[in-house]
């Protein structure tokens, strides 16, 4: 089992950063690879970054490519995600995943509100 827990959302205006941390607990050995997701009103819940835990090797989503950056700090178990020029259409309730071999886990989320 693991235990995911954000923080860091809130309301920012657009051009705004924010910057969000995921800790994780548990069973932290058997994680491949930690991302943050997004979900906005009426829309499906997106891939935003993800890192593979033990190379550090990421990806993106094109939206976010060059504005956002993913981290892990593999000694505090904890994946962070800034975020810097945010747009509107950045606003979404933002999720830390964590994927194993046999599970996919996710944290409560934290909203993410960019004013413009």
């Known amino acids: 089992q693991v235990h995911l827990a954000e923080s860091g959302g809130g309301l920012v205006q657009a051009g705004g950063s924010l910057r969000l941390s995921c800790a994780a607990s548990g069973s932290i050995f058997s994680i491949d690879v930690l991302g943050w997701y997004r979900q906005a009103p009426g829309k499906q819940r997106e891939s935003v970054a993800r890192?593979?835990?033990?190379?550090?090797?990421?990806n993106y989503a094109d939206s976010v490519k060059g504005r956002f950056t993913i981290s892990r700090d593999n000694a505090k178990n904890t994946v962070d995600l800034q975020m810097n020029s945010l747009k509107s259409e950045d606003t979404a309730v933002y999720y830390c995943?964590?994927?194993?071999?046999?599970?996919?886990?996710w944290g409560q989320g934290t909203q993410v509100t960019v004013s413009s």
């Open positions: 995943n964590a994927q194993t071999t046999a599970a996919n886990y």
């Open positions: 890192i593979i835990r033990s190379s550090g090797r990421t």
